[in-house]
């Protein structure tokens, strides 16, 4: 995220881009910004650039003479005079300068030169947090320049000690833009790893005994050198970053292994990170000090959030609750849910039991139907007289005992029980003869 060396930085790009070009025409925005229209139109203009912490402010000067005098009469949408847009970065923003067929593809506001063929200065916003406010003024909620307004910034921070802002850990503190105008995420992180502070100590305890003394108001170096404490670095670290000049932040050539090759603690392989109470992550060694949230996690690598807001922190924001209303409707829509789904068990398992029936029964007719059926004419007690009348036809002198009782046989020994046998039963003995079976 650019923070204020940055656009310090992109100051310094647009005045010297644009030192002696002239820009022509009305300022002209994208249909899909959201931001105001900047009503300025003037034939010749200059442009020149200045930043203040977070800010940066561009001022439209136009040239005048005396054709344009006379022209200003005739058409009222000629300006003539000053009109000094300022622009917040966000997240993303930048100034470029390209030619009229190399427009990037987010140009949200551009100005356009007058020489041919034409170029144009525009704002690059791709994720679109940032803005302008034509006929705007720095922002008063803001605090001195924490690079350029080195005394005011510190008298600022001491003469508002009592401020709730600094109730906070110092890592959130040093996101207040009321205070610390132009800090944002990696520069605490090595603000606070040169002056080994935990970044979750109390800020007040922290800047108690800060004062600048009168033998100590002398130049930033000299501050370096004597007094290297957490305000005077707030002001020489983001320096430091300016010196590495466009190699360190380029928005032309988007070139950033020099900044990186510079930090020595915001996303450097053994450094330890928190995410702070406003969702931010402190990079940070050894101790976090006494102030850490509760239940901390550790941001996973590789995975950061994306916040929809300049990460400018003037007050505590309250955290939004969550309606209980919503989570009550979901419940008995569960229940609802199992319900139906034991209903549907129920269901399925007796249409599987009828279907089971409904197999076996047609199996059983089937293997009843494949059964021979023997048939039998008369009653039991026709049968026996039949069977005993034909029995007396081939020997009359054996008489059948009545149904249900057991043939007596009286012993016979020798050759008249063998006459018998034989004579009875002709084919080896057998108890009925084998013109019965068919019966």
């Not at 005079?81 to 949200?108: C, N, W």
């Not at 020489?115 to 144009?120: I, L, S």
């Not at 990170?273 to 996690?297: A, C, E, H, L, Y």
Request: charged residues 30%; proline residues 7%; aromatic residues 8%.
């Amino acid at each position: 995220m650019p923070e204020g060396p940055e656009l310090h930085l992109a100051s310094l790009f647009v005045n010297r881009i644009c030192e002696g070009v002239v820009f022509t025409g009305p300022v002209e925005k994208s249909e899909v910004s959201k931001c105001p229209e900047v009503p300025f139109c003037c034939d010749a203009y200059r442009i020149k650039a200045q930043s203040r912490g977070k800010e940066i402010r561009l001022t439209l000067t136009p040239i005048k003479n005396d054709d344009d005098h006379r022209k200003s009469k005739v058409d009222k949408n000629i300006s003539q005079q000053p009109m000094d847009v300022v622009f917040r970065f966000g997240m993303s923003g930048s100034f470029r300068f390209t030619g009229l067929d190399e427009l990037p593809k987010h140009a949200h506001l551009r100005f356009y030169t007058n020489e041919t063929p034409h170029q144009v200065l525009s704002f690059v916003d791709p994720r679109r947090f940032g803005g302008w406010q034509p006929n705007g003024n720095w922002q008063a909620d803001r605090g001195p320049c924490i690079m350029f307004e080195y005394e005011s910034f510190r008298e600022n921070v001491h003469s508002n000690l009592s401020d709730k802002a600094f109730d906070r850990p110092i890592c959130e503190a040093l996101l207040n833009q009321k205070y610390f105008n132009g800090v944002g995420n990696y520069l605490r992180a090595e603000i606070l790893y040169r002056t080994r502070i935990p970044p979750f100590e109390n800020a007040r305890t922290v800047l108690q005994g800060l004062e600048l003394k009168d033998e100590d108001k002398k130049t930033a170096d000299t501050i370096k050198i004597e007094t290297p404490d957490l305000l005077s670095l707030c002001h020489t670290v983001p320096l430091e970053v300016v010196k590495l000049g466009g190699k360190g932040y380029d928005p032309q050539t988007s070139n950033y292994a020099i900044i990186i090759a510079w930090m020595q603690c915001y996303g450097v392989d053994g450094m330890k990170s928190i995410r702070d109470r406003n969702g931010r992550t402190m990079w940070f060694t050894g101790d976090p000090g006494p102030m850490v949230p509760k239940d901390f996690k550790s941001p996973k690598g590789g995975k950061r959030k994306v916040q929809k807001h300049d990460h400018d922190y003037t007050d505590s924001k309250k955290a939004k609750k969550k309606r209980t209303g919503d989570v009550a409707n979901k419940m008995p829509v569960k229940q609802k849910q199992i319900k139906n789904i034991k209903k549907e068990t129920k269901t399925s398992r007796s249409e599987r039991g009828s279907k089971r029936q409904k197999i076996d029964e047609k199996t059983i007719d089937a293997e009843e139907t494949k059964r021979p059926i023997t048939r039998r004419s008369g009653t039991g007690q026709e049968l026996q007289a039949k069977i005993k009348s034909k029995r007396s036809q081939v020997n009359p002198k054996i008489n059948l005992p009545s149904a249900g009782k057991a043939p007596q046989k009286k012993r016979q020994s020798g050759k008249a029980a063998e006459a018998i046998t034989h004579d009875a039963f002709p084919n080896n003995g057998l108890s009925v003869h084998p013109c019965f079976y068919n019966l």
